[in-house]
């Protein structure tokens, strides 16, 4: 956000950061998050929730990220947009500019996405690199997600970035 507000080179952005900068080796490698994760630290406010009746009065640890990037620069890497019923709501509850068709050209300029994507719903030259995971081997996955289509009656998409 900071870099399209200033890339004009006329406007300049302020940022207040309450971490440190984002050079720990583990926010740079991918599967770095793993390290950074599961602890409270300099680079992860590592929270609780309070106990809620519905997780039987359970805190649940809630890792947030400290420092440059916030959570992005701790998080699992995975490019998902909201889904577009979403934002239709949030246009029907009085939000104008915030309909999926609204939102999806942001997106789109946003993307560099790698691969053959759908052109309707994929950018080709924006400052965030996506694609297509490789990961075949998630047996277990598969038959989860398989199962519910059918159970629901659904066609597989080939992108949870899609419209539907
Ligand atoms: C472990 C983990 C895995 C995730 N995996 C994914 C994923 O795979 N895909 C995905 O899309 N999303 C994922 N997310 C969610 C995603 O990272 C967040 O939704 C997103 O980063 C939130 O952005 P934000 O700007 O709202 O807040 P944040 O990114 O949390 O940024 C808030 C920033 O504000 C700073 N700050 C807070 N208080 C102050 C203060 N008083 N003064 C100055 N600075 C302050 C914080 O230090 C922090 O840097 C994940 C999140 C986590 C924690």
Redesign the pocket.
Known sequence: MANRLSENGKNTVLI????GKDNNFFIHMPSG?SQI?PTKSNLN?GFETEPESTTNNRKLYW??????????S???????RGHAHDYDLWRQMGNSGWSYDDVLPYFKKAESFNGEGDKDFHGYDGPLHVKKSERKDDELLDVFVGQNIERQGKQRSHSFCGGD
């Open positions: 207040l950061e309450a971490g998050y994760v406010y890792p947030r990220g400290r420092g440059w990037g916030g959570s992005s701790i998080n699992a890497m995975i490019y998902i």
